[in-house]
């Protein structure tokens, strides 16, 4: 047990993202040539108008796709040492357009020749195909407090074996997992020497090559989660919308096995793999970075209208979601778009999931922003709560006090305290209701 319990780091032959990367990628103006060229699965399949006229429409977002890796492949001696150990797997969710390939997991929708890597790294077209690289090679992996998410109305108290891959979607300047999640799986996995398949039970330590060079396939997820007395499998730490193969295919085994899963995310994710997934989704905790297309380009290289979508589409499958605000001095501490995010959240999705305003501390390519000012994180969980917010959470703050407890709505007392990601305090009863005045209180209890 001793052994999976402690974080697992990468390789530490880490280098900085090059600035180059941080810049928005030049939009390729669209000619009628480069129409034809990606065109060809299209006119094969235009003999009728409308579906001609839907594929140009959908060659226009294809052409303004975001910056890929050109001709970052892996080499043919990688590539069979990936495929040998089945950590490539064919991809969800992308078009075939003649030698082409488009992934269509997220909003970035990148467009690969033959030979290219995708701008979260994690995808390549290879002949033809586009193979996820980032499958069943998990080069972290942790067993968690669910606070730790942080999720504080689901489950609380209870363990969740969280994994990640290299990769990520976005370019955070703050990003504090940036040593995997702005890597390739080659920077974080090793797959030369014999194979090891990490399957309960574990008996000894492992070391950080074993982790660099360990397959951890579904099963084996769920068998850990299983061993390790968790009761969710979180897929987290970098993102999983990179390695979504990976994540639903985790996902659709735990369903079967009534295992929980928890989606630890941007939320910048296309709505039909949001819906493919949500499926089998217990809970999410979604990052709202800012209230701001601006801010979310220059912070994250982002999108906001996206999460916003993501954020609507788990409501209206029932997923259980708490979100996380950042709070990062000079970029997204503007009261007026706090203000403006809440009353979008209340509107939107209503009064009663959960939002954590984090303390951003110096980190990643932001070291000389100071720490956000405890005034601020606390007038955004004042103004949340003005807005109609029930349970608005400050943290990142040690020692702050009823920063991260829940209280009723109804009868304004403390129903449930914690001192970092420990329950101090319980006064709900097994249903969820309130034990001082049988108020419900929104989440997932039992
Ligand atoms: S998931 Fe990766 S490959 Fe797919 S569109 Fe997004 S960045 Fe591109």
Redesign the pocket.
């Known amino acids: 047990m001793d052994s999976e319990n402690r974080a697992f780091q990468p390789p530490q032959d880490a280098h900085d993202v090059p600035a180059s990367e941080l810049a928005p990628a030049p939009r390729k103006p669209i000619t009628r040539r480069d129409v034809i060229r990606y065109g060809v699965t299209g006119a094969a399949c235009a003999a009728g108008g409308y579906a001609l006229v839907g594929y140009l429409v959908d060659a226009v977002r294809e052409l303004t796709a975001e910056g890929v890796f050109k001709g970052d492949a892996p080499s043919d001696a990688v590539w069979e040492l990936w495929r040998q150990r089945s950590w490539a797997h064919e991809g969800y969710h992308y078009l075939k357009l003649g030698r082409n390939v488009q ?4 909003p ?3 467009l690969m020749e033959p030979g290219d890597r ?3 790294r ?2 390549i077209n290879r002949d033809g195909t586009l193979y996820s690289l980032a499958f069943a090679n998990p080069c972290a992996f942790h067993v968690d407090p669910v606070e730790k998410k942080p999720l504080f109305h689901f489950f609380p108290g209870s363990q969740s074996f969280s994994i990640a891959t290299a990769g990520c ?1 976005f370019r955070c300047l703050n990003c504090q997992n940036w040593e995997i999640s702005q890597k390739k799986p080659e920077e974080t996995k090793d797959p030369r020497g014999p194979e090891l398949r990490l399957r309960p039970p574990i008996t000894g330590g492992i070391s950080a090559q074993d982790v660099a060079r360990l397959s951890m396939f579904p099963e084996d997820v769920v068998a850990l989660a299983e061993w390790t007395k968790s009761a969710s499998i979180s897929y987290t730490y970098s993102e999983p ?2 390695y ?1 193969e990976y994540t639903y295919d985790t996902c659709k085994l735990a369903r079967e096995r009534k295992m929980k899963n928890i989606l630890v995310t941007c939320g910048s994710m296309e709505e039909p793999p949001m819906r493919d997934l949500g499926k089998y989704l217990d809970a999410a905790h979604v990052d709202l970075k800012g209230f701001s297309e601006a801010i979310y380009w220059k912070l994250n290289t982002g999108k906001l209208q996206p999460v916003l979508k993501t954020l609507k589409t788990l409501q209206s499958m029932g997923v259980w979601f708490e979100i996380i605000n950042l709070v990062v001095p000079t970029y997204t501490d503007n009261p007026d778009m706090i203000r403006r995010m809440c009353d979008w959240l209340v509107a939107n999705i209503g009064p009663d999931h959960p939002i954590h305003f984090s303390r951003f501390h110096p980190q990643h390519k932001l070291q000389t922003l100071p720490p956000t000012p405890v005034e601020i994180l606390l007038q955004a969980q004042s103004l949340a709560r003005s807005a109609g917010l029930r349970y608005a959470y400050v943290g990142n703050v040690p020692g702050l006090p009823d920063a991260e407890t829940t209280f009723c709505p109804n009868c304004k007392r403390a129903i449930i305290s914690r001192d970092v990601f420990a329950i101090t305090g319980y006064d709900l009863d097994a249903a969820g209701k309130c034990r001082f005045c049988q108020t419900q209180i929104a989440g997932v209890w039992s």
Do not use: D, L, Q
Not at 103 to 106: N, P
């Open positions: 992934c269509k997991i997220c970035n929708n990148c995708s701008h979260c994690n995808k979607v919308t990179a979504y």
